[in-house]
């Protein structure tokens, strides 16, 4: 299985067990809303509950706060490109951004007009995607010979 599939049964695994002992402690209120026939011993199906359902915090209750976010861009950075993806990928992910960020820079300065600065763009960005396959061989070589 894959991580994300444990993960999903984790969640309804704790999900069930959570809502499994929500049931047990609930209150059910009688059904005394029919009329003055109804029985007073019967349950209603609706499962009113006798417990406060609001979230809010009391008063001298400290609200815990959860970090979910990155405190910094190398953390972003760190949380889902390098601990996700290999060496290599990153380099390769690494060198399409500076590819992404070429064309952005042409087209803000509008160089983009004519084929012929498309095409001087288009080179720009195979030199940078060279480079990056350059270092991944490199790299391939070197773990392949060091092992």
Known sequence: MSKK?????????????STSSATVEQEVHSNSTLGPDASLEVPTGMGLLSRDTTSAPEIGEEEAREQAFAPSSVALLDKYLLSKLSVEQSIFVAGLAVC???????????????????????????????????????????KRFTK
């Open 5 to 17: 599939q444990k993960k999903r049964m984790r969640e309804r695994e704790r999900f069930q067990a």
């Open 100 to 142: 992404g960020w070429i064309f952005i820079q042409d087209n803000g300065a509008n160089r983009l007009n004519d084929w012929n600065t498309v095409i001087w763009t288009v080179q720009k960005s195979a030199v940078v995607l060279s480079i990056a396959l350059l270092a991944m061989g490199i790299l391939w070589l070197y």
